[in-house]
């Protein structure tokens, strides 16, 4: 006729007095909420960043990212492009729809662009449903082997430029 509870060390305890049972909400429960908590807080990071890199490019100005000074600091120092050169304009571009142009600036910026697009969605699926296990699959195919073998080929795009790049300084 009621619930008793109670601690055993550091084990929380809930026995239903009728049925004489004990249901453990020791470390698993205290594992439950700490992931639950993480999820939140990476879900939380991703769709602000996410979110506040994505309205940025959607509202910058065109016109002043193709005519503006390069912001790339070892472009700057080194005169050659790294991987990430273009990135930003690349970012403008495809968020205004001129695909084209996105990629010119940078062969992975439209590819980098739809990953945050969907990991956005994702962030506001499993702060919405409480879903973990959402961001977790995702977070597995993002940083899977694949995904690993694009990063791959893109550092050797960014190579690439550097070598071409190089060339055409002398």
């Known amino acids: 006729n009621g619930v008793e509870d109670g601690f055993v060390g550091s084990e929380m305890w809930i026995r239903d ?3 004489a ?17 993480v999820s ?19 509202f910058w100005s065109t016109s002043s990212v193709t005519s503006g000074p390069g912001t790339c600091i070892f472009r700057h120092l080194t005169g050659l492009p790294c991987p990430g050169c ?19 600036y940078n ?6 662009f ?5 990991s956005v969605i994702v962030a506001a699926w ?14 597995s195919i993002v940083f899977s082997k694949a995904a690993l073998v694009i990063v791959a080929i ?6 690439t430029r550097m070598v071409s790049a190089g060339v055409d300084l002398g």
């Not at 939140?40 to 490019?57: Q, Y």
């Not at 062969?107 to 980098?112: I, N």
């Not at 499993?126 to 961001?135: C, D, M, Y």
């Open 17 to 19: 007095r009728d049925s």
């Open 40 to 58: 939140s807080l990476a879900s939380i990071g991703v769709g602000l960043g996410g979110a506040a890199i994505l309205g940025i490019a959607a």
């Open 21 to 37: 049972g004990y249901f453990d909400f020791g470390e698993d429960a205290v594992s439950r909420t700490r992931d639950s908590i």
């Open 86 to 104: 273009g990135l930003t304009r690349s970012f403008v571009m495809f968020a205004h729809g001129d695909v084209p142009s996105a990629f010119g």
């Open 114 to 118: 739809s990953v945050l697009v969907i």
């Open 107 to 112: 062969l992975m910026g439209p590819v980098l």
């Open 154 to 159: 893109w550092l050797g795009y960014g190579v």
């Open 126 to 139: 499993v702060l919405i449903t409480g879903r973990a296990q959402t961001l977790s699959r995702w977070g």
